[in-house]
């Protein structure tokens, strides 16, 4: 069906001049003549977030151990300061969330302490598309467990190979499932979960439930607490901007406080307890029970400074943003792309979609590539999709518009045939 509105780049920078939040854009670091779209990998760097990575270099400048409690920015509380600025993005009290370790890290804690078989109840439901990170650790745990995950971890297919139907999630939730774990948004096709719906089933069938949000975070609001949801993982890399392996995060519904970590260490401690140096665990009253070890805190710090921007522009404004570019991008595609064997494969309704645009092309390596050599950086999922990221705090719709032109052009002039149809080493 051919759309009756053809875009130009004047629509593109009208809608630019339109935009309430295009002053952020300046609070990056974002080459000139280059267009970033794959801040749903890597966001880019801010000069918060390096302003605020040097006030914890300068502290340990400055006060070497005492950095811990005489800094500008104290370590030993770091982590809570920052789950409560994190709260408010996944709807959470501020006491729910805790900044730590990295999302597999935290997966494994959280599987240890909620995945507890009984009886008949001892398997863990997960999908079919999520990402293999997170399949590993739950085939971890249930070995743990003395568990064989060919019998006891249950993945639900996808219909079309790109999204997944709640209604199978559900039916899949049978009387022998003891915990679920789903992302919140498919990391290649973008489609985003209906997470209130998804919880609300499973309580009603007692099971456990937890979600992945590494690809929704910062990019769309939740509400986990008011959801209900049992807990949740993230990494902070991605839409939060926190820097290459940032440090993660982890939210655990507050009706679950008192629960004993699965896995036990010096930092999940409370705070007045933890350096009396006793070998019985007093676990904080908070998500901050589920630390393990001592904060990276030169890997939270960067984090800081990217949250304060989060406060200012609002995250519902931003996923307002975030919807209207990818919109563009998608109306772009079909009006520039038709010709040249592209699919979109991520929902096309906003309340299922989430940050990115997911296209499948059997050249796609080769494409993406392409796209490189022409100041485009884009995102390759093996086998054939490419990721396209437009991101509400540093993109704009001129950066859509000319990174969709320079794709036509790459097409009309074949010249991603120069490359071979494999990924790099990093996709």
């Known amino acids: 069906m051919k759309q009756e509105k053809q875009y130009?780049?004047?629509d593109a920078l009208q809608l630019d001049k339109q935009d309430s939040l295009a002053?952020?854009?300046n609070e990056?670091?974002?080459r000139d003549g280059h267009y970033y779209m794959d801040g749903n990998s890597l966001g880019l760097l801010s000069k918060r977030a390096e302003k605020s990575l040097l006030i914890s270099l300068d502290d340990w400048k400055e006060h070497g151990i005492d950095g811990w409690m005489d800094g500008q920015e104290p370590w030993y509380y770091y982590s809570e300061k920052l789950g409560e600025m994190t709260a408010p993005l996944v709807g959470a009290k501020k006491d729910e969330v805790i900044v730590t370790g990295s999302i597999t890290t935290n997966l494994h804690q959280l599987l240890a302490t909620f995945y507890q078989p009984s009886g008949s109840r001892s398997k863990i439901l997960a999908d079919a598309l999520t990402f293999p990170s997170d399949i590993y650790a739950?085939?971890?745990q249930l070995e743990l467990k003395g568990f064989s995950p060919e019998e006891h971890l249950i993945k639900v297919e996808s219909h079309d190979g790109n999204t997944l139907k709640e209604e199978d999630i559900v039916n899949a939730m049978t009387d022998d499932v003891a915990l679920i774990l789903l992302p919140s948004v498919l990391y290649r096709s973008g489609q985003l979960l209906d997470i209130k719906y998804l919880t609300k089933e499973a309580h009603k069938r007692n099971i456990v439930i937890g979600f992945d949000l590494a690809h929704s975070i910062g990019a769309l609001p939740h509400q986990l607490h008011e959801d209900d949801v049992d807990f949740a993982v993230w990494c902070n890399y991605k839409y939060l901007n926190s820097g290459p392996g940032?440090?993660?995060?982890?939210?655990?519904?507050?009706?679950?406080?008192?629960?004993k970590p699965g896995l036990?260490?010096?930092?999940g401690s409370r705070k007045d307890k933890q350096f009396d140096m006793e070998h019985t665990l007093t676990p904080a009253e908070s998500a901050g029970a589920f630390q393990i070890g001592t904060p990276h805190i030169l890997s939270s710090a960067p984090l800081l400074g990217s949250l304060e921007l989060f406060e200012e522009a609002g995250i519902e404004n931003?996923?307002?943003?975030s919807l209207s570019l990818t919109t563009f991008m998608m109306n772009l595609i079909n009006q520039e792309l038709s010709e040249h064997g592209f699919t979109i494969c991520n929902p096309l309704e906003d309340q299922r979609r989430g940050g990115h645009v997911s296209l499948k092309h059997e050249e796609a390596a080769r494409i993406c590539k392409a796209l490189k050599v022409n100041h485009v950086t884009p995102d390759f999922r093996s086998?054939?999709?490419i990721r396209l990221a437009p991101v509400a705090l540093y993109s704009s719709y001129n950066d859509v518009f000319n990174t969709i032109r320079i794709l036509k052009e790459i097409m009309d002039k074949e010249e991603y045939k120069q490359f071979k149809n494999t990924r790099n080493v990093i996709a």
């Open 383 to 385: 086998p054939n999709v």
């Open 318 to 321: 931003l996923r307002n943003k």
């Open 8 to 10: 130009t780049l004047e």
């Open 23 to 25: 002053s952020f854009r």
């Open 246 to 259: 940032g440090v993660g995060g982890l939210y655990v519904n507050n009706r679950h406080f008192g629960r």
């Open 28 to 30: 990056f670091y974002i």
């Open 138 to 140: 739950i085939q971890s």
């Open 264 to 267: 036990a260490g010096w930092f």
